[in-house]
Nanobody, 121 residues
Framework: QVHLVEPGGGLVQPGASLRRACLDAGSTPETSAMGWLRQAPGKEREFVAV????????SVAESVRGRFSISRAGAKDTIYLQMNRVEPEDTAVYYCAADRAYRTPPAFTYWGQGTQVTVSS
């Protein structure tokens, strides 16, 4: 069973950096893809980034490309979302998600609980 744990989030000042982590703490066979989506107030949920199990294949949404990046830890069950030069428009609930297949376009079966990131001075 997949169990996604995503600590962190909170209040961040514009222009700052934030690194989010997500751990697949489940006990069953690994997922092939893990990623992040976000949902801002009054908006639909949108894709942010995805990475495959080896860490060699990744995709980042055009809206955050150049500021956000995604990576895998050596243990393969943890991913990171590095958020640089954050903007007020990045304020959203961020969800970690996973799937047993790396799909194009990205699609996910398993979801974390979501955590709020607020960018404000």
């Amino acid at each position: 069973q997949v169990h996604l744990v995503e600590p962190g989030g909170g209040l961040v000042q514009p222009g700052a950096s934030l690194r989010r982590a997500c751990l697949d703490a489940g006990s069953t066979p690994e997922t092939s893809a893990m990623g992040w989506l976000r949902q801002a107030p009054g908006k639909e949920r949108e894709f942010v980034a995805v990475i495959n199990r080896s860490g060699r294949i990744a995709s980042v949404a055009e809206s955050v490309r150049g500021r956000f990046s995604i990576s895998r830890a050596g243990a393969k069950d943890t991913i990171y979302l590095q958020m640089n030069r954050v903007e007020p428009e990045d304020t959203a609930v961020y969800y970690c998600a996973a799937d047993r297949a790396y799909r194009t376009p990205p699609a996910f079966t398993y979801w974390g609980q979501g955590t709020q990131v607020t960018v404000s001075s």
